[in-house]
Structures are given as C-alpha cells and as structure tokens.
C-alpha cells in the first residue's frame, strides 16, 4: 500500500458501506459535512457542501474515514455507545466536538473518529517512510499527492513526533 490510501475502496469494499451524497438537515450555525446511516449501512456526504469538497483536498476523504471511525468504533466496542442496527428507520449519526451542548461521551466519540480517520489517511508506517524534509520542503505538495488537508498533515506529522515545535509553528496556516 502507499499513501494516498484508496479510502473509498476500503469503505466499500472491506466494510460493505455505500458512499452516497444526500442533503442533510443542519442545525442553525452547524455546519455537518457527512453523516453515518448505520441502518442503511450507508456513508452520506451533504451535497449542500460539495463545493467544499471540490474546493479543497483533503475534507472529503476525512469526512469519509471519519464516517468509517464511527461505523468501526460504533459497531465493534461497546465503549464507545454502541449503535442499534437493528433498529428500524434510517436514523443518521452526525456530530461535530464543537456542536453545542455535545455531552462529553458524544464529544470524545468526534475526537476518536478524528483521530482513527488520521492513522487510516496517513498510516504511521507510510508517513515513516516517507523522507520527511523533503515533505518540510514542500509540504503543500505533499498534502496534495497524499489528497490530505494541509491541517490533517501537520497535526499527524506532529503526532508521530517528525516535526518540533519549530516546524508546527513554521506550518501553522493562516
């Protein structure tokens, strides 16, 4: 395998999720990029933000991992609030940690989807072997090529402790 991962292939094929875009009702000052139909066993993009997706690279597929980070926590451990698949209806799962009044197990579930979506983008093994001055060099490149946001690199960069604090305040964007 080599970066950029086929995220689309895996949710599909390895989970048997279908990918579909759908509008989604949004609370007033929310913006919700994806959701997931665990009843349909479905993944929807909000088509009202296609423009976003278009725009730039890298939100579309980590909306999608993150949809999968809660179809793979949700379904498999029991932590984590497990989701009723049986349950009639298509009730569609979407949150963002910063929605008001998120309860904190809510909010821990957006940051642990957050943080499954990075490891399944950018696999610490690949980004390892990646040589990473010559990312530094031309980092904007290297979140194109690998289809990441700029942001989603820096914070897994960081993460896995290839860059200081220097770098991170040198990628900061604006």
Request: charged letters at 20%; zero cysteines; glycine letters at 6%.
């Given at each position: 395998?080599?970066?950029?991962?086929?995220?689309?292939?895996?949710?599909?094929?390895?989970?048997?999720?279908?990918?579909?875009?759908?509008?989604?009702?949004?609370?007033?000052?929310?913006?919700?990029?994806?959701?997931?139909?665990?009843h349909d066993r479905r993944i929807v993009l909000n088509v009202e933000h296609q423009h976003v997706f278009e725009?730039?690279?890298?939100?579309?597929?980590?909306?999608?991992?993150?949809?999968?980070?809660?179809?793979?926590?949700?379904?498999?451990?029991?932590?984590?609030?497990?989701?009723?698949?049986d349950a009639g209806g298509s009730e569609q799962f979407c949150y963002h940690r910063e929605s008001p009044g998120l309860s904190e197990d809510l909010r821990i579930r957006e940051v642990n989807a957050n943080k499954l979506a990075?490891?399944?983008?950018?696999?610490?093994?690949?980004?390892?072997?990646?040589?990473?001055?010559?990312?530094?060099?031309?980092f904007r490149a290297a979140a194109v090529r690998w289809q990441v946001s700029q942001t989603a690199l820096r914070v897994r960069l960081s993460d896995l402790g290839l860059i200081d604090d220097l770098d991170v305040a040198q990628l900061e964007l604006p």
């Open positions: 395998m080599e970066l950029p991962v086929p995220i689309e292939l895996i949710i599909e094929q390895t989970y048997g999720l279908e990918i579909l875009w759908d509008t989604i009702p949004e609370p007033s000052g929310v913006t919700i990029l994806g959701a997931l139909a665990p725009r730039w690279i890298g939100p579309e597929r980590f909306t999608l991992a993150h949809e999968l980070a809660h179809w793979v926590y949700d379904a498999d451990n029991p932590d984590q609030l497990t989701l009723d698949f990075a490891h399944l983008l950018l696999p610490e093994h690949l980004v390892r072997a990646a040589d990473i001055d010559e990312v530094l060099g031309d």
